[in-house]
């Protein structure tokens, strides 16, 4: 007995003085340009900023590029300046915006270098044909009273739109914020009524990208039932107090007309963010996009030159308590600017949707 224990240290001994911690060597790859670009028809939505890459290790705040020049180019007509703004340098804006169906390409020289993208055409303006909802349980994990995960279910609406498919439009791309009003009433002091409060509290669209384009091996003229978010029945988890009482949802959808070359884009990081690790998700690999060094072919720039045609749309949502509730929907036509959340005492904001028939 006495043997098999001394055989049976010496394997464990084997086994830990074996044990190596592997440190592996990571190339320092830094400098390299990252372009983020935004560009629609809308002036206010547009722009480029510009940075460069860190070593892996670097806690460093991001190094953003001075000294660079932007030009949004018209193929074969004219080109538009970017200007640089802002307290940081590297964020550049346009004073006019790129038209529909007009091709344009992105150009940039920085430290001797010129990068261009590839030409790309502004697709028609996206539309909404219907929208509309449907109940959905979704399912979330939630920690407890002990922190422990748990799965639960929460009853919700999911609101999906159609949209169609045209020439030079069969690509959809989809973002959305979602404001919950809300009333409070004091409590009564004296004989006089206290005041009612009118507050709101947004939710954002913080998920991968919503896009959307046609299935393989459809004949379809249109993208049907394309999901756009979800809430739940119960609004007062969105609210802070269980006092504040939900009074409706403004629904602000972003949607934006992209080529295919953009939607193929975003759907590669979308797969290479979501991934976990199991045996079926995909390689992590570089994801390249459509700017070029042309000064230098070696030189590589990170980024993708996204044009897009922009339409923002707003909507007013009850959805009741259940999946048996009417809901109430409505579109609307204002374009009030909309603080993060808010209130206002005995005064009813200029944006309030109120719930009516």
């Not at 028809?41 to 290790?57: A, E, G, H, M, P």
């Not at 020289?109 to 979704?138: F, Q, R, W």
């Not at 994990?141 to 799965?151: C, P």
Request: proline fraction near 6%; charge should be neutral; hydrophobic fraction near 35%.
């Amino acid at each position: 007995m006495r043997n098999k224990l001394y055989y049976l240290l010496w394997c464990v001994f084997l086994f830990v003085s074996c044990e190596e911690y592997y440190n592996p060597k990571l190339d320092v790859v830094s400098g390299i340009l990252v372009v983020e670009s935004h560009i629609t028809n809308d002036i206010t939505k547009s722009y480029v900023k510009l940075t460069l890459t860190r070593d892996f290790y670097c806690d460093d705040a991001e190094k953003r590029v001075v000294g660079a020049r932007v030009e949004l180019n018209e193929a074969g007509v004219s080109s538009i300046s970017g200007k640089e703004s802002g307290s940081n340098s590297g964020y550049f804006t346009f004073s006019k915006a790129p038209v529909p169906g007009k091709s344009y390409s992105l150009k940039i020289s920085y430290a001797n270098d010129l990068y261009v993208s590839d030409l790309v055409v502004m697709p028609p303006l996206p539309v909404i044909d219907t929208i509309y909802t449907g109940h959905k349980i979704e399912k979330k994990y939630i920690k407890d009273s002990f922190g422990n995960l748990e799965l639960v279910e929460i009853p919700s609406r999911e609101i999906y739109v159609d949209v169609p498919m045209k020439a030079g439009l069969k690509y959809y791309r989809f973002s959305w914020r979602a404001i919950q009003q809300w009333l409070y009433s004091p409590p009564a002091i004296g004989d006089a009524p206290p005041p009612i409060w009118y507050g709101w509290q947004s939710v954002y669209d913080l998920g991968a990208f919503n896009l959307a384009g046609p299935k393989a091996f459809s004949t379809s003229g249109k993208i049907n039932k394309h999901p756009i978010l979800s809430l739940a029945y119960n609004g007062s988890q969105y609210l802070d107090s269980t006092a504040l009482c939900p009074a409706g949802w403004i629904i602000i959808v972003d949607q934006y007309g992209i080529q295919k070359e953009s939607y193929d884009f975003h759907e590669t990081l979308n797969k290479q963010f979501s991934a976990e690790g199991s045996l079926f998700d995909p390689v992590l690999t570089q994801v390249y996009g459509n700017i070029h060094c042309k000064s230098d072919p070696e030189k590589v720039a990170l980024g993708f030159f996204d044009l897009n045609s922009y339409q923002q749309h707003r909507y007013f949502f009850v959805f009741g308590e259940s999946e048996k509730s009417r809901v109430k929907q409505r579109r609307i036509n204002n374009r009030y600017d909309i603080s993060n959340h808010g209130y206002l005492i005995d005064q009813v904001p200029n944006f309030w949707e109120y719930n009516t028939p």
